[in-house]
């Protein structure tokens, strides 16, 4: 049982590069989240699904694309880096019952030069 | 608009030094506020979900607390384990799971 895995641990974009980061998790919930973190500024979520197929924005979305084709999958596309961009970003999801909260990835650290 | 708001920023115990971490909320209704556990360069651990004015919630040396405006996560006899930053985090009614975090307080207890 992994839980939620995200790659990469690392990246370098050069601004106006496009990537994709991506978020698995095995544990079959139902939501599935990404959040940046950037310092003295806590966690911002960007974007959220419910379920495969639904999708929504969260308090940043600007410059990030999201899709749920399937459960365990729940990826963060960069359409055009910005140096604004440059943060940790976590991956999470949870049950339908937030009783035991929320299990958020390791990270991927992303800067844009 | 939903706000954590967390204090202090930093704080610096020796080990054995019993204290408090305060996170102040305002959100419309209250589904649950979490507590959660960041090391350097990891994701937040999850440690506890509270519900209601007046509820507690203890795991080791940890204990958190629960009022209708704010939630105390208390430290007895800290270790230099304990050390880690300390996120507090708010889920309202109706918001589809997600959360409004404060910026956390980076807790280092000194051997």
């Known amino acids: 049982n992994a839980g939620v895995t995200q790659t990469p641990k690392f990246q370098v974009l050069k601004t106006g590069q496009s990537m994709t980061l991506q978020c698995a998790q095995d544990?079959?919930?139902?939501?599935m989240s990404w959040y940046r973190q950037d310092p003295g500024m806590g966690l911002r979520l960007i974007h959220y699904?419910?379920?495969?197929?639904?999708?929504d924005q969260g308090e940043v979305p600007n410059g990030y694309n999201v899709s749920r084709s399937t459960t365990e999958d729940f990826p963060l596309r960069l359409l055009s880096a910005a140096p604004s961009q440059t943060s940790v970003y976590f991956c999470?999801?949870?049950?339908?019952?937030?009783?035991?909260?929320?299990?958020f990835g390791s990270g991927t650290r992303l800067t844009v030069v | 608009e939903d706000q954590v708001t967390q204090s202090p920023e930093a704080l610096r115990l020796q080990e054995g030094e019993s204290s408090s971490l305060n996170c102040s909320y305002t959100?419309?209704?209250?589904?649950?506020l979490f507590w959660y556990r960041q090391d350097p360069g990891k994701g937040p651990e999850f440690l506890f979900t509270?519900?209601?004015a007046g509820e507690e919630k203890e795991k080791e040396r940890l204990k958190a607390t629960l009022t209708k405006k704010e939630s105390f996560l208390h430290i007895t006899a800290p270790k230099p384990e304990d050390s880690a930053t300390y996120l507090c985090?708010?889920?309202?009614?109706?918001?589809?799971?997600?959360?409004?975090f404060g910026s956390g307080t980076q807790l280092t207890v000194l051997p």
């Open positions: 509270l519900y209601s």
């Open positions: 959100v419309s209704g209250l589904r649950g």
């Open positions: 699904s419910v379920g495969a197929g639904i999708t």
């Open positions: 999470a999801s949870s049950p339908e019952t937030v009783t035991y909260g929320y299990t």
């Open positions: 985090a708010v889920q309202a009614t109706g918001s589809a799971r997600q959360l409004t």
């Open positions: 544990m079959n919930h139902e939501y």
